[in-house]
C-alpha cells in the first residue's frame, strides 16, 4: 500500500506501508542504533515523534515478549528502508508487521530514510506526518505544519503510569508499598516520566525495592513513602513543559538520594536553577562516545534525547559537569557538589545499546548505603 | 596523553608470500601501519619476503629487508638494525609466530626490544588452545568440549569422550591448514596426521562440532587506558562447519536482538581484557545454537586479522592505522576519526548499509584439492559489495566476482539442480 511522508518544509518521500492503512503526525527523527528496533519502539521517550531507523533492514530476528521497554508501542509511526518479512532469532515469538498493526502504528518500507536522516541532520528535526490514506502532498503538507510540535508540550502525561506500582522479577505488580518484592535492602522511589522497564530490572537485580509513582506525585507524598532513593525516569517531550515537576524535584532535593536519567537530568538541571535547549537533531542511537571527566575513561553510551542542559546556564559552584559527549561537547552528566544527586543525559540502563554504563546503577546504591 | 618518546625505530613484520588465507589483507594493513608510525615521527624498519607487495615499496618504511621471514633472519635484522620496539601485530599469523620464536630464543631480551600492543605471554595466551579454555573460563564463557593430542595414540580416548563428528584443528597454523571436520576414524586419523606434521607445536585439538550454529565476529579495539570500542560486527552467512574465509559474510550482524548482540559484545570486552591484549586491534569469533541461542567462544586472534580489512572497508575506520597510534600510546580518543574528521575515533561506527563478503575459488588450478568446503580455508580471494539493501549488496558481490554470474536468479544457466550437493 503506498505511503506518503510529507515534512513541513515541503519535502515529500513515497513508501509502502507494511502495517496496513493508517496516518500519523509527529516530529521527525532518526536513530542510529544497528540492533533494538522493539526496545525503540516500545521506548515511551518517542511520544510524538515518527522514528526513522537509518539500518537499512528491519525486521530480521522478529519479535518477543521479553525486549518490551514498556507495555506499549509509543512512537507515531516507525519508517524504514527494508522491512524483512522472513525472521530468524531463537526468541522470536512473532513478525515486526504484526506487532505493530496490532497496535495501529503505522509502518512504511522502501523510504529513501538516508535522504530522511541527512535532511534532518541539515535543518533539523522536523514536524512531519505519513499517510497513506491521503496521498496528496499539498494537504499533506498543510496538516504537518498544523501540527503543534513538542517545544513547550507536556508529553509526559500522556505516558506516565495512571497509578502507581511497584516490580517484580516478573514485571510490574500493582499498588502501593513497594509490594514487588520485599527482600530489597534499598526503597527506591521511580518518578515516571515514560520510563524503561530495563531501569526496574536494573534495580530490581541490585537489591532494591522498586515503588513507580506518577509524575504528578507530590514531594510530601513520595518523602511519606520513606525512600531510601529517588530516581528520575527518562521521558518524551520538553523538560521545560511539563508543570509540576519541577518544583517537585526541588523540594526532594538534599533530602534522600536523587538519581536521574535523560528528562529526568534535566528536570534536575531546572530544578538547580538552570536552563534546557532544543538541539538542532538530538542524539538518538546505541553508539555515542562520551568521556567520564573524573575517570578520564571512555564509554559508548546509548541515547535517544532532543532537549540538553545548558551548562553556562548552571552555578558552578553547586554543579560539577562529569561527563561529555565527545561529539560535540554538549552536557551528559552532572553531580551536584552539596547534595547527594547526579544525573546522566544517556541511558546506562541501555535496552537497546552498551552496557558500558552500568556503573552509574551501583554508584547510586552506594549512595544510598551511605545516606 | 602524548605518544611515547622513549622509542625512536620500530620494526615491523610483514607477511611473506601469498598463501591461500593470507594474501594481501596483511599488507593493507601493515601499509597503513608503517605510514602511521612514520606520520609520528618513528623510524621504521621493515621486513618482509615478498617484493609484490606495497609496504616493500622504497618510499613506505624507512628501511625495507626482502628477506625470508624466519627467526634466524629476523635474528639477524635485530642485531643489525638495534630496533627498540618490534610490532608483532600487523603482518598476520607469520608475524605473530616469528616474533614468538625470537622472544623465546632470547633476541629481544638480549638486544633490549620491546614488544608492542602484544607481549609473548598474550600471544601464547590467545593462541594456546588450553591456555585460552582455561582464560574463557575464568571469565564464565563457554568453549567447545575439546581435547588435546601430541601424538596419535591418545585420539581414541578423546573420541570416546567429544563424540563424533570432530573438528580437527591443529595449533599455529595459518588459516586453520591441516584441519576439517572428521566424521569416523578413518578421517580423523588422517586429519590428526597432517595436522600434528603442520602444526608448529605439534599440537592438535579436537573439538566438539558445532556445525549448524550460527556463526559471527566482532572487530575489537583497545586502548591503554582500557577504553574498549567494537568497530564491526559479522555475521557469516555460511554457518559452522564452513571456515570464515570461505563464508560469504555480512556486515553489521543481521540476525541479533540487542540483547544477544550486547551479550556478545561484553563478551568480547571481557576477551580483550583477560588475554590482555594491551592496544590494538583483536578479532573474536562465536558460535550461537539457534535452536536456544547458547553462546560459545571459538577464537580471538590478538593481532590485526583477515577480516580487520573487510571490517576497515566497510565501516570506514582504519583499523590497522590506528592499532599503529595506539600501540605508540595515543588513546583512542586523542586519534581523529578519518570518517568525520571533526570527531575522534573514541567510537562505534553505525552503518546505513549492508556489506557484503563472497569468497572466489580456483579449484579448477588446484586438481588435487577436493572442491567442498570444510573448517580449512580453501579460497584464493574475495569480492566485497556494499548496497542499501542485503540483496543489493548480495548481487554486486555476485556479479564482482567476474565468473560470469550476473547474480543471484539472474544466470540462465543457473538452475536450481546446480544447487542440490553431489
Known amino acids: 500500500m503506498k505511503a506518503l511522508v510529507a515534512l513541513e518544509d515541503g519535502r515529500i518521500f513515497a513508501g509502502r506501508s507494511f502495517t496496513g492503512a493508517g496516518e500519523a503526525t509527529g516530529e521527525i527523527v532518526f536513530n542510529t542504533g544497528m540492533t533494538g528496533y522493539q526496545e525503540i519502539l516500545t521506548d515511551p521517550s518517542y511520544k510524538g515523534q515518527i522514528v526513522t531507523m537509518t539500518c537499512p533492514l528491519i525486521g530480521n530476528y522478529g519479535v518477543n515478549n521479553e525486549d518490551m521497554e514498556s507495555n506499549a508501542v509509543h512512537p507515531a509511526a516507525f519508517l524504514i528502508k527494508e522491512y524483512s518479512k522472513i525472521h530468524s532469532n531463537f526468541r522470536a515469538t512473532g513478525n515486526l508487521a504484526d506487532f505493530l498493526a496490532s497496535r495501529n502504528i503505522l509502518g512504511v518500507e522502501g523510504l529513501d530514510t538516508r535522504a530522511i536522516t541527512k535532511h534532518t541532520r541539515e535543518v533539523g528535526a522536523l514536524r512531519g506526518i505519513v499517510s497513506t490514506q491521503d496521498l496528496d502532498p499539498e494537504s499533506l503538507i498543510k496538516k504537518a505544519r498544523a501540527w503543534p510540535g513538542l517545544v513547550g508540550r507536556d508529553m509526559v502525561s500522556a505516558v506516565t503510569c495512571e497509578a502507581p506500582y511497584g516490580w517484580s522479577e516478573h514485571g510490574p505488580v500493582s499498588g502501593t508499598g513497594f509490594n514487588g518484592s520485599t527482600a530489597g535492602k534499598h526503597k527506591v522511589i521511580a518518578l515516571d516520566f515514560g520510563l524503561k522497564y530495563n531501569q526496574l530490572r536494573l534495580l530490581d537485580s541490585r537489591d532494591c525495592q522498586v515503588q513507580v509513582v506518577p509524575a504528578q506525585t507530590s514531594a510530601a507524598d513520595i518523602m511519606a513513602m520513606r525512600p531510601d532513593g529517588i530516581f528520575l525516569t527518562n521521558g518524551p517531550g520538553d523538560p521545560a513543559g511539563i508543570p509540576g515537576v519541577v518544583e517537585t524535584v526541588r523540594r526532594l532535593l538534599g533530602k534522600k538520594p536523587i538519581f536521574g536519567i535523560c528528562l529526568g537530568h534535566q528536570i534536575l538541571g531546572l530544578a538547580y536553577g538552570g536552563s534546557t535547549y532544543k538541539l538542532k537533531f538530538g542524539h538518538r542511537g546505541s553508539n555515542q562516545p562520551v568521556k567520564d571527566l573524573t575517570t578520564g575513561k571512555v564509554e559508548i553510551t546509548a541515547q535517544n534525547h532532543g532537549f540538553c542542559v545548558d551548562f553556562k546556564s548552571l552555578n558552578p559552584d553547586e554543579v560539577e559537569l562529569t561527563h561529555i559527549n565527545l561529539n560535540d561537547d554538549s552536557v551528559e552528566g552532572m553531580r551536584h557538589k552539596k547534595y547527594p544527586a547526579f544525573s546522566v543525559q544517556y541511558h546506562p540502563e541501555n535496552a537497546p545499546g552498551p552496557h558500558d554504563s552500568l556503573y552509574l546503577f551501583d554508584r547510586f546504591i552506594e549512595m544510598m548505603a551511605k545516606n | 596523553m602524548p605518544k611515547r618518546e622513549d622509542i625512536k625505530k620500530i620494526l615491523i613484520i610483514g607477511s611473506g608470500p601469498i598463501i591461500i588465507s593470507q594474501a594481501c589483507e596483511f599488507d593493507y594493513s601493515g601499509t597503513q601501519a608503517v605510514k602511521a608510525l612514520k606520520e609520528e615521527g618513528y623510524e621504521v624498519v621493515l621486513i618482509n619476503s615478498n617484493p609484490a607487495t606495497i609496504m616493500t615499496d622504497p618510499e613506505i618504511a624507512d628501511k625495507t629487508y626482502i628477506e625470508p621471514i624466519t627467526p634466524d633472519i629476523l635474528a639477524k635484522v635485530i642485531a643489525r638494525e638495534r630496533p627498540d620496539a618490534l610490532l608483532p601485530t600487523l603482518g598476520g599469523q607469520t608475524g605473530l609466530n616469528v616474533a614468538l620464536q625470537v622472544a623465546e630464543m632470547g633476541i629481544l631480551e638480549k638486544f633490549g626490544v620491546e614488544m608492542l600492543a602484544a607481549d609473548v605471554d598474550i600471544i601464547k595466551k590467545a593462541e594456546g588452545r588450553e591456555s585460552f579454555r582455561q582464560a574463557m573460563y575464568n571469565i564464565g564463557l563457554k568453549v567447545p568440549e575439546s581435547a588435546i593430542i601430541h601424538e596419535m595414540d591418545q585420539v581414541s580416548a578423546a573420541v570416546t569422550r567429544i563424540g563424533f563428528p570432530i573438528i580437527v584443528r591443529p595449533s599455529f597454523t595459518l588459516g586453520g591448514t591441516g584441519g576439517g571436520v572428521a566424521y569416523n576414524s578413518r578421517e580423523l586419523n588422517e586429519l590428526c596426521k597432517t595436522g600434528l606434521d603442520l602444526s608448529l607445536n605439534s599440537e592438535v585439538m579436537l573439538e566438539r562440532s558445532l556445525l549448524g550454529w550460527k556463526e559471527y565476529e566482532l572487530e575489537v579495539m583497545r586502548d591503554k587506558n582500557d577504553n574498549v570500542v567494537i568497530i564491526c560486527s559479522i555475521e557469516n552467512f555460511d554457518a559452522m562447519g564452513v571456515h570464515t574465509g570461505d563464508s560469504i559474510t555480512i556486515a553489521p550482524a543481521q540476525t541479533l536482538t540487542d540483547r544477544e548482540y550486547q551479550v556478545m559484545r561484553d563478551a568480547s570486552l571481557a576477551i580483550i581484557r583477560e588475554i590482555g591484549v594491551e592496544t590494538g586491534g583483536s ?14 567462544v571459538i577464537e580471538m586472534n590478538p593481532r ?66 577436493k572442491d567442498y568446503l570444510t573448517t580449512s580455508m580453501k579460497s584464493v580471494g574475495e569480492t566485497m559489495a556494499i548496497g542499501r539493501t542485503f540483496k543489493e549488496a548480495f548481487q554486486k558481490g555476485l556479479r564482482s566476482l567476474e565468473i560470469g554470474c550476473a547474480g543471484f536468479g539472474a544466470d540462465k544457466k543457473f538452475s536450481h539442480r546446480d544447487m542440490e550437493l553431489g
Do not use: H
Not at chain 2, 578479532?283 to 560459545?296: K, Y
Not at chain 2, 572466489?360 to 584439492?369: I, Q, S
Open chain 2, 283 to 296: 578479532n573474536v569469533q562465536f558460535a550461537v545454537n539457534p535452536a536456544d541461542g547458547e553462546l560459545m
Open chain 2, 304 to 369: 590485526v586479522s583477515r577480516s580487520s580489512a573487510l571490517a576497515s572497508k566497510a565501516t570506514g575506520f582504519p583499523i590497522a592505522k590506528i592499532a599503529a597510534k595506539l600501540a605508540v600510546g595515543y588513546t583512542l580518543d586523542e586519534i581523529r576519526n578519518d570518517i568525520t574528521k571533526e570527531t575522534y575515533a573514541s567510537f562505534e561506527p553505525s552503518i546505513d548499509y549492508c556489506v557484503v563478503k563472497i569468497p572466489r575459488w580456483t579449484f579448477e588450478k588446484f586438481p588435487e584439492a
